[in-house]
């Protein structure tokens, strides 16, 4: 097990560097960030300083082995917009993003479990069907039509709900969120909705699936034999079976929702790194891109490290040997 | 004469399907007395294995027990709510599979499928039911059992899988065991071996053994009694002795026909003509007539009932006469 992260970790180290080089060169081509930061009417002069101030001067590989042997020290670089490490700017808006996130893959296990087993027990019930038939909408309407429908409901409507913003963060062990006060609490409510819909939906079908592959199977008429209540043979026997593909999409999914919040935040305003991304996307700031990515890559790497792991507690055939003899 | 552990009386298992009805189990009758052993004998899809699920209340829908009694111990079980049955099930009445690699839960230790099946249906605390599981798989022979119980199925061979579900059939002390083919996915050494364990077992706690099997040869050297099933029903009962030296059913026969020996080695097997019919689509009168060299016109005439008592033939041209 030890070689076995160890292994990995030397693996995410590798592709971080290739993800670092690829990004770096990748926005370079895109356009010239100075066009956009300096003033149309600026002189030659003041051009010059700009791209000296930035290091745009220096030619494009000494301007990337500048950035590893930063990157080496924890320095991602400054904000070309901002003008303060990106790795701050981010970290800023990190955790209403990871909130919601966190949220939203929640609400998909908490609702899109119970709901796919039952759809998968009684496979032929009215209930059931009418669960796959949401799920078929779950996954097909698209993310910012189900967003600007929820505020139109809940927010305009009825006026149940908040559509912009965090509300009141409360704190709690020095976190601040908004899960900790009522009114964060409805401000979460729908943009975690809106952003869980779709996964909702994937692990009901997921659920289903392996609710129906499992429960004809010889181990369930045999935990049936041995006098086990029924309870028992699903929650146990079959669930813990139907648990090793949902963990994998799961953990999947988490990267995903962080890393692809971005319509969802932009519909409700929420201020994440989402929309920071955008943002400096469209500003051409690339210390900002650039930490941003390896940050995504990063979190993709501890979320398959930790479903890895997960999965040889599920699965006890799967042996985390050193893999690769 | 005593009372009988399970007696089975003109059971009915249908499974009702959208291509029509299929009478799986139809009017099968037999008994089976405390420390005895009955093999019941048929080939894929004679009901057999059905048979054994509607004793044990595990007849799935579209199946349904629609005629006949299951008295066990002299109670009626068929018909009884899911949680009486349940409280039978794996305690009074257990059961083995066919496919050691298939009956136990891959992702939960050994231990945990041996206590549950315990506690299921006693009051104990995990300790001691734990070491009543150890205590179990010693019983079946399986080296250092300590250790195994916290070992998962994939770490066992077939044959060990085999022995642990049946120490798990073992471990309330059951009145009656229902064996579906359980030496046919092992390998032969190991299936002599894992007969001669059940027998063992079964005569010394005295429990009553039901062996369903597609092979005459296992249940010859095995069981006291033999109920040959063809189409859902049972064609010929008796004594292993009777039913293997003087077969009343062309049936019978013919398995016991196309068994290979040591004495006819070299001469081409003996086979029985055709397969066995569709059982959505059973031809008039006796089932096997299409089959049998013996058919005349009166055998599709009606269905032919069962003759005899104790040894029974359901043939109106049998080879031996019973009565």
């Known amino acids: 097990m030890t070689v076995f992260i160890i292994r990995r970790l030397m693996q995410s180290a590798f592709v971080l560097l290739i993800m670092s080089l690829l990004v770096f060169f990748g926005v370079y081509a895109i356009g010239d960030p100075v066009e956009i930061f300096i003033a149309a009417d600026a ?6 300083r700009a791209m000296q101030a930035l290091g745009l001067d220096q030619p494009i590989w000494a301007q990337y082995g500048f950035f590893l042997l930063n990157a080496m020290r924890g320095d991602l670089g400054r904000s070309f917009v901002f003008n303060i490490p990106s790795i701050e ?9 990871l909130e919601l996130a966190a949220c939203a893959v929640t609400l998909s296990v908490l609702v899109g479990i119970p709901l796919g087993m039952y759809a998968g027990y009684r496979p032929q019930s009215r209930i059931a069907k009418a669960i796959m038939a949401t799920s078929i909408a779950g996954f097909s309407l698209p993310t910012f039509w189900v967003g600007l429908m929820l505020i139109l409901v809940f927010a305009v409507q009825l006026g149940w709900l908040p559509s912009t913003g965090r509300g009141q963060l409360g704190e709690f062990l020095g976190i601040h969120s908004s899960l900790f ?3 964060g609490l409805a401000h979460l409510l729908l943009p975690a909705f809106n952003l869980a819909l779709f996964n909702i939906s994937l692990v009901i079908r997921l659920t289903r699936a392996g609710m129906r592959e499992n429960m004809p199977m010889d181990y369930v008429k045999f935990a049936r034999a041995k006098g086990l209540t029924q309870r028992r043979v699903v929650f146990v026997h079959v669930l813990k079976n139907i648990m090793i593909p949902v963990v994998t999409v799961i953990g999947l999914e988490i990267g995903q929702v962080i890393a692809f919040a971005v319509v969802t935040e932009t519909i409700f305003a929420w201020p994440g790194m989402g929309k920071l991304i955008i943002d400096s996307i469209n500003r051409l700031d690339r210390p900002v891109i650039v930490a941003y990515l390896l940050i995504t890559v990063v979190m993709f790497i501890v979320i398959n490290l930790v479903v890895d792991i997960l999965y040889s507690i599920l699965d006890p055939r799967v042996r985390l040997a050193d893999a690769g003899h | 004469m005593t009372e009988a552990t399970l007696r089975v009386e003109s059971l009915q298992t249908h499974f009702f399907t959208k291509a029509g009805i299929v009478k799986a189990v139809d009017d099968v009758s037999f008994s089976v007395a405390r420390g005895k052993i009955l093999g019941l004998v048929g080939e894929s899809g004679s009901g057999k294995t059905v048979t054994g699920f509607s004793i044990m209340g595990l007849v799935d829908p579209p199946g349904r027990i629609v005629g006949g009694r299951i008295l066990f111990n ?16 794996g305690n009074r009445i257990a059961m083995i599979f066919q496919d050691p690699m298939m009956t136990l839960n891959p992702v939960l230790k050994v231990e945990t499928q041996m206590v549950e099946a315990i506690r299921a249906h006693a009051d104990i605390d995990r300790l001691t039911a734990r070491n009543r599981a150890r205590d179990a798989l010693g019983q079946v022979g399986i080296p250092s059992p300590e250790e195994r119980l916290d070992a998962y199925p994939h770490q066992f061979s077939g044959g060990m899988r085999q022995r642990v579900a049946i120490a798990i059939a073992l471990l309330n002390k059951p009145d009656l065991i229902v064996a579906d083919e359980p030496t046919t996915a092992l390998d032969v050494t190991i299936q002599g071996q894992i007969l001669y364990e059940i027998q063992k077992l079964a005569r010394e706690t005295k429990t009553a053994l039901i062996w369903i099997t597609h092979d005459l040869s296992v249940v010859a050297s095995l069981a006291d009694e033999i109920c040959v099933m063809y ?25 016991i026909g196309s068994v290979p020996s040591r004495n006819a080695k070299g001469t081409p097997l003996v086979q029985i003509p055709g397969v066995m ?3 959505l689509n059973l031809p008039s009168g006796c089932a096997f007539r299409q089959r049998c ?3 005349d016109d009166a055998c599709a ?5 069962p003759v005899g008592a104790r040894r029974q033939v359901r043939c109106i041209h049998p080879l031996t006469e019973v009565a």
Do not use: F, K, M
Request: charge should be negative.
């Open chain 1, 181 to 183: 006060t009522l009114d």
């Open chain 2, 293 to 295: 060299a013996r058919a």
């Open chain 2, 231 to 255: 189409a859902g029903r049972i064609v010929e009962r008796g004594s292993v002795d009777e039913v293997l030296d003087r077969p009343a059913h062309p049936y019978t026969a013919g398995l």
């Open chain 1, 43 to 48: 002189d030659q002069i003041e051009r010059e």
């Open chain 2, 74 to 89: 002299g109670q009626d079980i068929v018909g009884l709510s899911e949680d009486r049955i349940r409280e039978i099930r």
């Open chain 2, 277 to 279: 019919p569709s059982l």
């Open chain 1, 89 to 97: 700017l981010i970290l800023q808006r990190l955790p209403a993003t």
């Open chain 2, 301 to 305: 005439a009606a269905a032919p009932e």
